[in-house]
């Protein structure tokens, strides 16, 4: 906190010790919550022959799952040899398989699944199809045929459940990250995926199962693990890859965070609530600093990821930038600070009014390209919350104080430096 390196606000509560304050019930939970399946009940899982798909049936057994349906338009009608191999492996492990032909799409294939699930009690929506392009030379067939098996595979599996009165534990809707930063050449995709977490959000706002998973690129298993080139690129521009422990993890948390969150229909239909309850993001980090030239990550100065700027370089954040910076500066001090002549160079206010301008992009999240030291600090967004953050960093590199209304009336970042450069003679 006396660094003044943080984003945003830092709030600190003292409480008494009378018995009628409020305590902090320190204590930890450190052991994970049980997940085990009803043996008498059937699951259902669109999709799920793929990579992903059969490391998530795997644990559904491994958790007492003994009746699995897949619907998919190739079940049952693959002649591939793992496939065949995947089928024997599940009932060697004590799990009935039952494979429906059809397409989620369409409505009678949805109910044809339903129907041969009995007591279905869980859904697991891993339909995905990708269809990329950039969104001018994009088609209506390619936007539509991303699109449907998110959307309208959907809207017909919570349609069916509800004309037939299925009362379900959990309904997991595999969504993605590119719904929430983007992709290039996913549009379709992205927008599929957006309709994924506003359907959790409207369904949970009815008091039925739902939750959302938006995964980020999974490493080992599934599409990007049979595309060796296309893996080495993601990992070569920072992109984190999520494991196949990690994504059990998440689906263990859907399918706990899955029921309503209260029997309260008014509860229940808090739709932000409904959204931050059931929905989360899996898989979105970096492994390369963002201020690192080879980090390509599209959200880096998403204002939504300001979080990330708190992380040390050393673990991929971005804060990094803004304190090599200030190293950089400090260092440059400690041989300038009794030299008069050198703090009176004209580049050394110029300097100065770069780092300061530097330390403002980052404390706003803008990239240093556009910093200009002679525009008004309003237009470059210093206001008066920023300001508070400025003059804490100031204290630190300059060794001075400076009030927040001395950095507003500055006027820009080329007063600033020459302020500083006067202040620091002066004290010499």
């Not at 049980?34 to 899982?45: G, K, N, Q, V």
């Not at 069916?160 to 992709?183: K, R």
């Not at 001090?333 to 770069?354: E, I, M």
């Not at 804490?392 to 820009?412: A, N, T």
Request: charged letters at 20%; hydrophobic letters at 45%.
């Amino acid at each position: 906190m006396q660094q003044g390196e943080h984003m945003g606000k830092i709030v600190v509560s003292i409480r008494g010790e009378g018995p009628e304050d409020i305590r902090l019930d320190m204590a930890v939970a450190t052991k994970t919550v049980e997940t085990r399946l009803d043996p008498a009940a059937s699951y259902l899982l669109v999709g799920g022959l793929g990579g992903l798909g059969r490391a998530v049936s795997r644990w559904l057994v491994e958790h007492n799952a003994r009746r699995l349906v897949y619907l998919s338009r190739t079940a049952g009608a693959s002649t591939r040899p793992e496939d065949q191999d995947f089928i024997r492996e599940l009932a060697s492990m004590g799990c009935e398989v039952v494979l429906v032909q059809g397409s989620v799409t369409d409505l009678a294939d949805v109910t044809k699944a339903i129907k041969a699930a009995p007591n279905l009690k869980g859904i697991l929506q891993m339909s995905m199809v990708l269809r990329d392009e950039g969104f001018s030379r994009m088609t209506l067939d390619q936007w539509t045929e991303a699109c449907a098996p998110k959307i309208r595979g959907t809207w017909n599996l919570h349609s069916a459940t509800m004309d037939q009165g299925v009362s379900l534990d959990f309904f997991v809707l595999f969504s993605s990250i590119s719904g929430v930063i983007g992709q290039p050449g996913q549009a379709n995709y992205a927008s599929a995926n957006t309709f994924l977490d506003a359907f959790a959000r409207y369904r949970s706002s009815l008091g039925l199962a739902v939750s959302a998973i938006d995964i980020g690129a999974v490493d080992g298993i599934g599409v990007i693990s049979n595309n060796e080139n296309l893996r080495r690129a993601m990992k070569a521009t920072g992109a984190y890859m999520i494991k196949e422990h990690e994504l059990l993890e998440a689906v263990r948390a859907a399918i706990h965070l899955s029921p309503p969150p209260s029997d309260d229909p008014a509860a229940a239909s808090t739709a932000q609530m409904a959204a931050a309850r059931n929905a989360f993001v899996l898989g979105l980090a970096s492994t390369l600093p963002l201020n690192s030239p080879d980090n390509r990550s599209i959200w880096k100065r998403d204002i939504r990821m300001a979080a990330y700027q708190n992380v040390n370089s050393s673990d991929g954040g971005g804060a990094g930038a803004a304190n090599s910076s200030s190293s950089g500066l400090k260092t440059f001090l400690a041989t300038a600070r009794h030299d008069a002549a050198v703090l009176k160079d004209g580049a050394t206010a110029a300097l100065f009014a770069q780092e300061i301008g530097k330390k403002l992009c980052a404390l706003i999240l803008k990239p240093e390209s556009d910093l200009q030291t002679n525009v008004p600090l309003a237009e470059l967004g210093m206001d008066s919350l920023v300001a508070i953050e400025m003059r804490s960093w100031w204290r630190q590199v300059f060794g001075f104080d400076i009030s927040v209304l001395e950095l507003l009336g500055m006027g820009s970042l080329d007063a600033l430096g020459a302020w500083a450069v006067e202040k620091l003679v002066a004290a010499l």
